[in-house]
């Protein structure tokens, strides 16, 4: 599982975290892959201040805001995106 610490810090190191948002920008207004996209920041960046950092350098904080302008009425969404902020 991706969501270990080891884990988490190879996948970052990797550029994990950079493909990660660079594939969601790719699939702009695809529900499904943003819901599903949200998830994944949200393990990466949990307990990792070093994804945290590179999420936020690739463009993450403009991904979450651009997934609540865009998904404003699904609450799913909307609480990843929350809870993206709120980490």
Do not use: H
Request: hydrophobic fraction near 35%.
């Amino acid at each position: 599982s991706i969501s270990t610490p080891d884990n988490k810090r190879r996948f970052g190191a990797a550029q994990g975290c950079e493909l990660l948002v660079a594939a969601l920008t790719g699939f702009p207004g695809d529900r499904d892959v943003s819901y599903w996209g949200l998830g994944a920041l949200l393990t990466l960046a949990a307990s990792n201040n070093e994804n945290k950092q590179r999420l936020g350098r690739a463009g993450g904080c403009e991904l979450v805001a651009g997934c609540l302008r865009t998904y404003r009425s699904d609450r799913d969404i909307m609480l990843y995106g929350l809870e993206a902020i709120e980490r």
